[in-house]
């Protein structure tokens, strides 16, 4: 097609030369590069005219729809909840019984030495094995040691346990002693049984079933008049 354009402006432009070479003789010769002007214009708004009635071959790409970002892999995995394992209760326990001696605030001197005992009785439901320890855990230990089981101690059976201690020499009033059961790993159990003495209350003395009493200060004797006789 843009063959035949420029044939046909090509003849066009040879006619008209034509045209002016034969009336050179009647009328002014026209300018050449104003006609070459017009034919140039006129070739390109036919190109113009045909570039824009072919077919587009690219269509115009439109901005696709904005992606939307993937929500992150923890948000979409179900979450994964550990198993839970149940916590399991020792077989071992020790139950406070009576106190043997030195009953809750017995009196005593500073420095004074005593021994305590309780009675505890095993209801849990393994036996205590030899080793297993008695042992101070808090309050003032007033020099006591840790007893260590020589032999083991079957269930449900009592058990008498002593230790051995001194009053303080650098406080007076109520002083307490804590002691629990533990395996001989370290593992406490039961109860917590303790001794309560008030330091500067008096002396310890032995009774018969060997218990501790505190001792009773004697009456200070006053004198009694002697009546006299009547004459």
Known sequence: MRRQLVTTLMVGIFLLTACNSGASNRTP??????IKTQVVETYAAAITQTAAAQPTLFPTL??????????????TLPA??????AATKSCYNMTFVSDVTIPDNTPVSPGQTFTKTWKVVNNGSCAWDAGFKFAFVSGDAMNGATYTLPSSVAVNATLDISIGMTAPTNK?????????????????????????????????????????????PSATPTATPTPTATP
């Open 62 to 75: 439109t901005a696709s729809a904005t992606i939307a970002p993937i929500a992150t892999l923890a948000s």
């Open 80 to 85: 994964i909840s550990q198993p839970t394992v």
């Open 29 to 34: 010769t026209p300018d050449l590069n104003l």
């Open 172 to 216: 007076t009033g109520a002083v307490q002693s804590n002691w629990q059961m533990s395996t001989a790993a370290g593992q406490f159990f039961g109860n917590q049984v303790y001794v309560i003495v008030v330091v500067g209350g008096g002396t310890l003395t032995p009774t018969a079933t060997g218990a501790v009493a505190s001792a009773t």
